[in-house]
């Protein structure tokens, strides 16, 4: 991991409204397979976005998930949905269908693509780069690092055709190419960590599920009696509203489901992800290159963002209970195509010497982490309070005492 990188630069129930409030929209509460969208950090209602006038951005590190992606291991829930919706087409002509299931008398089919990057993730990760260039416009690096994943490579290539232009003069380096023998923007921790275990993400989820898919269920087979719609099915029906969104744009399952609905979808992604690769696993050296661009997963911002201490929950999350007013939210933090953009920035009167400033989604996060050095009207923080409040976790190296403890070799 590359820290030193860092420091080197919905329904009618009360909590449901109020969470939701009148901007409720679908597309930006899918957990971390929604699509892009500016995030709302609850910590930075107050926050000025805009930086002095005196200051001046002079070295950004910008950490980016992939686009819009087809499913992965979901897809065969979207593919048993459509096998009961086939065997169940006689009953569904007859039915008497109501208008949020009218869709379906012309059958519903899934296209989806599986693993690979979108039409749409690719139109992401294009006017990100697009918007970078206007925002940085002083900043040029000729080296892109990237995980080896497909998507990933894919998404590094269309945001540099957004950033430089055509026959850009930069190189694409892969993690493989390189010699660290532990990387950030991998997918998983991998053979560096062997200990790690993804089976408490998976029972988290499984807990939580138990609790809420059975409600959904019931109330398709009470829409639509005669199909038999399972848990799987429902799980299908939900993943295919946000696959759909991915690879299309619109799906006719999003307008299935109420609030309160996708209100417990998205709370179960959060916690297999605070489960899987965030707060369970908190726990290179920087150069001087004013500018690092950096392309993985949503994991890549997670391991940040804990290994930091920012949007940590306490107490934790529970797979027993919705926290409403939580700050691990995937749909904010790790939507697809998500960017961490970390800047330092100097000015000749506003502050005494280089600060730090978390964007993150194109909004600020607040750097609560520095405690009482944080600034409350930008949050953002001197380079060395951040630094010295990062000691513990820029302590750690590989294979170190503490390391072993939490890995093993």
């Keep these: 991991m590359r820290i030193q990188a860092i420091l080197g630069l919905l329904s009618s129930t009360p909590f449901v409204q109020e969470y939701f409030n009148i901007n409720y929209n679908v597309l930006n509460h899918l957990g971390s397979i929604s699509p892009y969208h500016r995030a709302r950090h609850y910590d930075a209602s107050e926050i000025d976005p805009e930086l002095p006038i005196d200051c001046t951005v002079d070295q950004v590190m910008l950490m980016h998930r992939h686009g819009s992606r087809g499913p992965i291991g979901e897809h065969r829930y979207i593919e048993r949905l459509v096998q009961t919706l086939y065997d169940a087409t006689d009953v569904i002509q007859e039915a008497e269908l109501p208008r949020e299931l009218e869709f379906l008398r012309a059958g519903y089919n899934s296209s989806l693509t599986p693993h690979n990057l979108t039409i749409l993730g690719r139109k992401e990760l294009f006017d990100h780069g697009v918007e970078f260039a206007l925002k940085y416009p002083h900043l040029t690096t ?21 950033l430089f232009g055509l026959d850009p003069d930069v190189r694409i380096v892969t993690v493989s190419d390189t010699d660290d023998p532990v990387s950030w923007i991998t997918p998983a921790p991998g053979p560096a960590c062997p200990k790690f275990d993804y089976s408490f993400g998976r029972q988290a989820t499984l807990t939580w599920s138990k609790l809420y898919m059975p409600v959904i269920t019931e109330r398709l087979n009470t829409l639509l009696p005669g199909v038999g719609f399972t848990e799987d099915d429902t799980h299908g029906a939900l993943f295919a509203c946000a696959y759909d969104l991915a690879t ?32 369970t696993f908190k726990n290179s050296k920087g150069d001087s290159r004013p500018l690092y661009l950096e392309f993985g997963h949503d994991v890549t911002i997670l391991f940040a963002l804990s290994a930091l201490g920012l949007a940590e929950d306490d107490p934790p999350l529970s797979p027993n209970e919705l926290r409403p007013g939580r700050k691990f939210r995937t749909s904010e933090l790790t939507p697809f195509a998500a960017n961490m953009v970390w800047e330092k920035f100097t000015c000749t009167s506003s502050y005494d010497g280089p600060q730090i400033r978390l964007i993150l989604n194109d909004a600020t996060l607040p750097l609560t982490i ?17 630094v010295n409040a990062n000691h513990y976790s820029t302590s750690i190296r590989f294979r170190d005492k503490t390391w072993n403890a939490t890995c093993g070799v």
């Design 142 to 162: 000729d080296v892109i690092l990237s995980s080896d994943s497909g998507r990933v490579v894919e998404s590094a290539r269309w945001f540099a055709l957004g």
């Design 248 to 279: 299309h744009g619109v799906s006719p399952w999003c307008g299935v489901f109420r609030p309160d609905e996708l209100a417990n979808f998205e709370y179960e992604r959060d916690i297999l992800m605070d489960a899987s690769c965030a707060y």
């Design 370 to 386: 520095c405690g009482q050095g944080m600034d409350p009207i930008l949050g953002t923080c001197s380079l060395d309070t951040f």
